[in-house]
């Protein structure tokens, strides 16, 4: 082999073992409220295994309806870089088919804001250097996810400091028969104050301004589109600062996977600002 030929190759391999250093472990958690076990994908950075002492933030990074915990390292093939890039971990926790990470008034077996917000929290601390406040902490997902994100931040501003939404469900009252969300709350007909009370649009009462970093993505083409650019409003006459994307594209993987590098950039700034002051 030629010296050249062996400098490329050398040149490849270094690369090509750069993009793969993040490294994705597949957990399993317990949860206390629901006594059972709940799988989570866990990313860490590169530097995870060569920083001695050092502490990390994490991202919450939760799926859609119908998704599990497997979604975003399946479907989003550049997340472990964007992971790796941004000196952060990722952990993706499983929310069940359709929980929209409430504790369900109707089914004890739902209690993912339980999960979610408190005991995985708990976990991850307590098994990984993780900075263990929430200047350390951001909240993301898609779709369902995406209200949960917002769900669990408002309600929850001791624990995140920042948080996303990606094509969210931010209101949830225009689809009363959609994604066993009545299973979850009853029916709207029967139950409108549960529905009331629990969508994202109706919590904003709880944020004050500057209380928590947002940002909030949805494409054009969405279904959601139209009450996420009604969140966008309400926060503005609110005085609520937050990040507001659109762009053209629809409720889908393709919109997701560029959309998710603009809100891991968002917590990387809202992470630095932390560090520094």
């Known amino acids: 082999m030629t010296p050249t030929r062996t400098f490329l190759l050398l040149g490849f391999l270094l690369f090509f073992g750069r993009v793969q250093a993040a490294k994705v472990d597949t957990v399993d958690t317990y949860s206390a409220s629901m006594q059972k076990t709940i799988r989570a994908v866990v990313i860490t950075p590169d530097a995870y295994?060569?920083?001695?002492?050092?502490?990390?933030?994490v991202v919450y990074l939760l799926h859609g309806y119908s998704g599990n915990y497997a979604d975003w390292i399946k479907k989003s093939p550049a997340l472990s870089q964007a992971v790796d890039a941004n000196g952060m971990i990722v952990v993706c926790p499983d929310g069940n088919i359709g929980s929209w990470y409430f504790d369900s008034p109707v089914d004890p077996a739902y209690r993912y804001e339980t999960y979610v917000a408190s005991e995985l929290v708990s976990w991850v601390d307590s098994h990984y250097k993780t900075i263990k406040?929430?200047?350390?902490?951001?909240?993301?997902?898609?779709?369902?996810?995406?209200?949960?994100?917002?769900?669990?931040?408002?309600?929850?501003?001791?624990?995140?400091?920042?948080?996303?939404?990606?094509?969210?469900?931010?209101?949830?009252?225009?689809?009363?028969?959609?994604?066993?969300?009545?299973?979850?709350?009853?029916?709207?007909?029967?139950?409108?104050?549960?529905?009331?009370?629990?969508?994202?649009?109706?919590?904003?009462?709880?944020?004050?301004?500057?209380?928590?970093?947002?940002?909030?993505?949805?494409?054009?083409?969405?279904?959601?589109?139209?009450?996420?650019?009604?969140?966008?409003?309400?926060?503005?006459?609110?005085?609520?600062?937050?990040?507001?994307?659109?762009?053209?594209?629809?409720?889908?993987?393709?919109?997701?996977?560029?959309a998710v590098n603009y809100q891991l950039l968002f917590m990387r700034q809202f992470f630095e600002k932390g560090r520094r002051g």
């Open 133 to 258: 406040n929430r200047q350390g902490r951001a909240i993301t997902g898609l779709s369902m996810g995406g209200h949960g994100a917002l769900y669990l931040a408002f309600r929850h501003q001791d624990v995140f400091g920042a948080a996303g939404s990606m094509s969210g469900g931010v209101d949830i009252r225009p689809f009363p028969n959609n994604w066993d969300i009545a299973k979850r709350l009853g029916t709207y007909a029967q139950q409108p104050e549960r529905w009331e009370q629990n969508t994202v649009i109706n919590l904003l009462h709880l944020l004050t301004p500057g209380a928590l970093s947002l940002i909030i993505d949805c494409g054009t083409e969405d279904f959601f589109f139209r009450v996420n650019n009604n969140l966008h409003d309400k926060l503005l006459e609110r005085n609520i600062a937050h990040d507001y994307i659109t762009r053209p594209g629809g409720h889908n993987w393709p919109y997701w996977n560029n």
């Open 49 to 57: 295994t060569n920083t001695n002492g050092g502490e990390f933030p």
